[in-house]
Structures are given as structure tokens and as C-alpha cells.
């Protein structure tokens, strides 16, 4: 008698293998040693940072990635831990929070790999792939990091009340002159479309903001 396969229970290795690889980072996320409560979503983290790997064309090989409002490095941590098996990954990381740049660093090396050797405010991950995190002010970038980025994502302060008034708009200037020619950046904020920012109770909206800075926004 000849078998033959059904193709709806048909496995596939590297699926199942992906699957298994993200619900073990999952479960070492939860444990991590720096929690953060103005930390962004896992699950919401995932899906943002799978959206950017489909927009972002690799050079050589190579991916850098920004994150201007780093916090517990949620972002930074996925990206590493998704892209580095395929492509050499160097990601930046910065806030003005120094729990924050301390305590994404501890994150990253409790996540990924805490093996890994560390240099300073550098941890590398795996042959060719590292993580750098800065405390500093994101709204004049140029001051700290050099060269061009390939993409960048950012989930930027909500409140006007925590964040000093056009703070956010003068971190997405600085973000965007460091942007290479067509890079995504996929910016998280509390600004609601079509409205200016002044009409937003206690939000700040990105998306006038990109406008004006000559950025295609899509929502």
C-alpha cells in the first residue's frame, strides 16, 4: 500500500524551529533582571519588528538599526535575536535614563546570549553581530553616533507631562538626518491622525511631525 502524506499536518523544520527559538526568548524576556514600566508590549514589539526586517534591504550583508528611545531594549533584543542568524546586525540603542541604557544592556546580555563578551557600553552577539547602548540626549544624535543608519524604530514618550515639550519632534529630526536614502522608520507614539499637535490632549503626533520633515507616512 502506498502512503501518502497529508500536506495539512505536514511539518516544517525551520518553521517549527523559529517557533520554538521565540517562545524560549519569550520566557527568558519575562525573567529579565530590568523591568521597566514604560516598557512596550512584547507581543505588539514582535509584530513592529517583524514589519521593519520586511522593509529593510540588508547592505553587504549588513543591517544597522537605531532605536533613539531605547527603554528596557525590547526592540533591540528582537532585532538581534531575528535577524542575526541571516544578516550581520548593529544595533544602537540610546536614552537620557540612565536605568534605562544600564538596565537594556543587562536585558540584552540576559536574552541573548550572557556568554557573549561585553566591552564597555558594546555586547557583542555571536561572530559579527553587536548591540551598543548610550546614555545620552536623542534630540542631538550627531553629537554621539557616526555614519548612516538602514532603519530605526522608536516608541517615543507619550506624555507630555514626563517629557519636556517638543522633545520628540527634535528626536525625530535628529533621527532622520542620520537615516540612509529610503530607510524605514517606524515610529510608536500617542498622536492620533489628521490632527495637529495641539490638539492632541497630552500626546505628541509623529505623524505631523514626519510630514514635515519631507517623510512618506504610512499608517
Known amino acids: 500500500t502506498k502512503m501518502i502524506a497529508d500536506p495539512t499536518v505536514e ?5 517549527s524551529q523559529m517557533c520554538h527559538s ?10 529579565r533582571p530590568f523591568q521597566y514600566s514604560g516598557s512596550f508590549n512584547l507581543e505588539a514589539a514582535i509584530t513592529v519588528v517583524d514589519i521593519l526586517r520586511d522593509l529593510t534591504v540588508p547592505k553587504q550583508g549588513r543591517v544597522k538599526l537605531l532605536d ?11 532585532a538581534l535575536h531575528a535577524w542575526a542568524d541571516s544578516v550581520s546586525v548593529r544595533a544602537v540603542g540610546v ?15 540576559h536574552v541573548l546570549d550572557s556568554s557573549n563578551s561585553s566591552d564597555g557600553n558594546t555586547f557583542r552577539v555571536g561572530s ?11 534630540s542631538d544624535l550627531s553629537n554621539i553616533l557616526g555614519g ?7 516608541n517615543l514618550p507619550w ?6 515639550l517638543g522633545s520628540n519632534e527634535r528626536i525625530l529630526e535628529s533621527v532622520s538626518s542620520l537615516l540612509s536614502p529610503g530607510a524605514p522608520f517606524i515610529v510608536v507614539s500617542g498622536g492620533m491622525a489628521g490632527q495637529d499637535e495641539s490638539d492632541v ?19
Not at 511539518?11 to 518553521?15: G, K, L
Not at 528611545?69 to 533584543?77: E, I, K, N, Q, W
Not at 536614552?95 to 546580555?109: A, T, V, Y
Not at 559579527?128 to 536623542?138: V, Y
Open 22 to 31: 521565540l517562545t524560549v526568548f519569550k520566557t527568558k524576556w519575562a525573567r
Open 201 to 219: 490632549d497630552g500626546c505628541f503626533n509623529a505623524r505631523s511631525c514626519l510630514e514635515r520633515l519631507g517623510m512618506i507616512v504610512l499608517t
Open 95 to 109: 536614552d537620557s535614563n540612565p536605568k534605562c541604557s544600564e538596565g537594556s544592556l543587562r536585558n540584552l546580555k
Open 159 to 164: 506624555n507630555r507631562n514626563t517629557f519636556e
Open 128 to 138: 559579527s553581530s553587536s548591540a551598543t547602548i548610550h546614555c545620552a540626549d536623542s
Open 68 to 78: 533613539p528611545t531605547c527603554g528596557s531594549g525590547s526592540f533591540l533584543a528582537l
Open 11 to 15: 511539518t516544517r523544520p525551520h518553521e
Open 148 to 154: 548612516t543608519f538602514d532603519c530605526a524604530v522608536a
